[in-house]
Antibody, heavy 120, light 106 residues
């Protein structure tokens, strides 16, 4: 059974750092594009970053470029999101999402999310 | 940057057909996916490649994409379909979501 499970969220002060993890089971992260998608309280979905399965290219939303970095450890089948210089507006539930076999297949598996709160 | 526009809310009586639109420049040239999100739950893929249903998604969900508008149609809408719905595309190595539509079944 395919599953993705996020962890690492918490309360952090503005300007601080946090690393989120997303561990996959039932599939190899390396074979698929994986994304981080966030949802601020009461708001819609916002894509944050993606890591391509083949070649490992990275892509970022303009709002997080230079502050957030997506990476993976294939030996642990785990995706990471290193979050630096955090801002109050980064407060959100962060989801890890697995892409289908092609970009056009949509995000077919989502985790339950991990909550990041940026506040002094 | 590319934008997708959805109506904030749609209401439909039980048993009727609900249509949720998603508009974007030359949207027909892109593949659209749709997600359902119920309160307190993670999003769930209900349509991909404009009109295909993942395994387990009821046949009452269908999709189309023409011109600059994609449409998610729910036939014979049930109370369990009450949720937020989001459209999504890839554009220039970026993922774009629509703002979401709250579907009310009453």
């Amino acid at each position: 059974e395919v599953q993705v499970v996020e962890s690492g969220g918490g309360l952090v002060q503005p300007g601080g750092s946090l690393r989120l993890s997303c561990t996959g089971s039932g599939f190899s992260l390396n074979d698929y594009t994986m994304s981080w998608v966030r949802q601020a309280p009461g708001k819609g979905l916002e894509w944050v970053a993606a890591l391509g399965g083949v070649g490992g290219s990275t892509y970022y939303a303009d709002s997080v470029k230079g502050r957030l970095t997506v990476s993976s450890d294939n030996s642990k089948n785990t995706l990471y999101l290193q979050m630096n210089s955090l801002r109050v507006e980064d407060t959100a539930l962060y989801y890890c999402a697995k892409q289908g076999s092609y970009d056009s297949f949509g995000f077919d598996y989502w985790g339950q999310g991990t909550l990041v709160t940026v506040s002094s | 940057s590319y934008e997708l526009t959805q109506p904030p809310s749609v209401s439909v009586p039980p048993g009727q057909t609900a249509s949720i639109t998603c508009s974007g420049d030359k949207l027909r040239r892109k593949y659209v996916s749709w997600y359902q999100q119920k309160p307190g739950q993670s999003p769930e893929l209900v349509i991909y490649q404009d009109a295909k249903r993942p395994s387990g998604i009821p046949e009452r969900f269908s999709g189309s994409n023409s011109g600059s508008t994609a449409t998610l149609t729910i036939s014979g809408t049930q109370t369990v379909d009450e949720a937020d719905y989001y459209c999504q595309v890839w554009d220039n190595n970026n993922v774009v979501f629509g703002g979401g539509t709250k579907l009310t079944v009453l």
